[in-house]
């Protein structure tokens, strides 16, 4: 078994990395209400948590140490490239960073920054002119970005599963939700049938493959 101090303990790389990744979806989402920052807040200690385990201190590794390493006894499970349980356990022999597993983590948090990053502009101009977003990637999604904050963090679970993310993506999924639900009622209220009927035409989380254009009010 290799030296688990020579992996981990890395907490210079945990906070950098969090740090680079908050900062990156704190520049696309531009949280600006209590609301935004709360959703910010919890993707933000999302990451906090995973780059904790992924640099710092293997939790997860040392409570299913006993599990894993009855079960795969091939593999030193105190290795930092280790930590990508899928790709491990599925018996992935070549360098896990090019494993299916993590490539397709790569496609998710791509996709979801990417979201989050064409939503914005598009919401921030309806905002400034007191009208509903509707156009853009708000033709094909109620919530775009949301959708992306999803994306992202089911990426990074794909990528390097722990305990505690795995504990934490269900709240933050009921989370956002819960949050889409506050501000469609709130957005009902303001902008009346106008949000109805685009509410009829636009799904709320998952693009639709086919939407009608619909008109800004």
């Not at 999803?150 to 999924?173: D, E, K, S």
Request: charged letters at 15%; a neutral charge; aromatic letters at 20%.
């Amino acid at each position: 078994m290799s030296d688990v101090a020579s992996s981990y303990g890395l907490w210079f790389f945990a906070a950098l990395n969090a740090a680079i990744f908050i900062l990156f979806a704190f520049s696309f989402f531009k949280p600006q209400t209590s609301r935004d920052w709360r959703s910010f807040g919890a993707f933000s200690a999302f990451l906090v948590a995973l780059f904790s385990e992924m640099y710092g201190f293997p939790l997860t590794i040392y409570l299913l140490s006993g599990w894993l390493q009855t079960n795969y006894p091939g593999v030193d499970w105190f290795a930092h490239d280790s930590g990508h349980l899928p790709e491990m356990i599925f018996g992935w022999q070549a360098n896990p960073h090019f494993g299916p597993f993590h490539l397709l983590s790569f496609a998710l948090i791509g996709g979801g920054f990417w979201m989050i990053s064409a939503a914005w502009p598009v919401l921030y101009r309806a905002q400034r002119k007191g009208e509903l977003a509707t156009t853009g990637l708000y033709a094909r999604v109620r919530h775009p970005q949301y959708t992306g904050f999803v994306l992202v963090l089911t990426g990074f679970l794909v990528q390097w599963p722990t305990l505690l993310t795995l504990a934490m993506y269900p709240l933050l999924i009921w989370m956002y939700a819960r949050l889409a639900r506050t501000e469609e009622r709130e957005t009902r209220e303001r902008f009346g049938t106008v949000f109805e009927d685009y509410a009829r035409h636009v799904p709320a989380f998952f693009p639709a493959l086919r939407s009608e254009p619909q008109q800004a009010h």
